[in-house]
């Protein structure tokens, strides 16, 4: 089966810097993507990574290892308005076809 | 560019009723289109995968007969929740990808269904 994990929720303060991890066990993997949402809201598109190695886009940052399963998405520079789930989002299938974490909801306190 | 727009943004039905929820790319075309749900404090489950001109896959799971998907052009696809029940009440929301495999999709503003 498919199994995507990642930590639930991570409390950091205002200014600091959160990593969140995710392991996945797929069959078959076409690229790993991270989204940023909102409550009540649709997911935003942060980043996406398919060849091993970290890419950086601004304050965010997104790693890969194809061979250990695993990726992280880093947050620096953390403002209030980054509380927020972050998803992680395999997709395995030449469609697209995402499967989802459940989300790790990040609280960022003042 | 890449929006993707979703109407209603909110309905509330009696149960027994059919909801019609639309999915529009508005400044590309979508080869393909996802429909996901998601319940309180859980993730998107993916429900069907809806290619233009073609019959939508579903996932295990999720009735085709309740759930009818219609992707009749490159930039609309419809899902019909037919015979609603209160256990349908969900936040649905569509995605719209240009050409699938590590192509980014590109999520709608989603659609909170509330059945009474």
């Known amino acids: 089966g498919q199994n995507i994990d990642q930590p639930t929720e991570m409390t950091a303060t205002e200014g600091a810097i959160v990593q969140i991890n995710c392991t996945y066990q797929t069959s078959g993997f076409n690229g790993l993507f991270w989204y940023q949402q909102h409550a009540g809201e649709a997911p935003t598109f942060l980043s996406y990574?398919?060849?091993?190695g970290l890419e950086e886009k601004g304050r965010f940052s997104s790693f890969l290892s194809r061979s250990k399963g695993y990726s992280y998405l880093l947050l620096k520079e953390l403002q209030m308005k980054d509380s927020a789930s972050y998803l992680c989002?395999?997709?395995?299938?030449?469609?697209?076809?995402?499967?989802f974490g459940a989300g790790t909801q990040v609280v960022v306190t003042p | 560019g890449a929006v993707v727009s979703q109407h209603p943004s909110r309905v509330i039905c009696k149960s027994g009723t059919s909801v019609k929820i639309e999915c529009r790319s508005l400044d590309f075309q979508a080869t393909t289109m996802f429909w996901y749900r998601q319940f309180p404090k859980q993730s998107l489950m993916l429900m069907a995968t809806s290619n233009e001109g073609s019959k939508a896959t579903y996932e295990q799971g999720v009735e085709k007969d309740k759930f009818l998907i219609n992707h009749a052009s490159l930039t609309l696809s419809t899902l019909t929740v037919t015979s609603a029940h209160p256990e349908d009440s969900s936040f649905y929301i569509c995605?719209?990808?240009?050409?699938?495999?590590?192509?980014?999709?590109?999520f709608g503003p989603g659609t909170r269904l509330t059945v009474l």
């Open positions: 990574n398919v060849l091993d």
């Open positions: 995605s719209a990808t240009t050409s699938g495999g590590g192509d980014t999709q590109y």
């Open positions: 989002a395999v997709t395995t299938d030449s469609w697209g076809k995402l499967q």
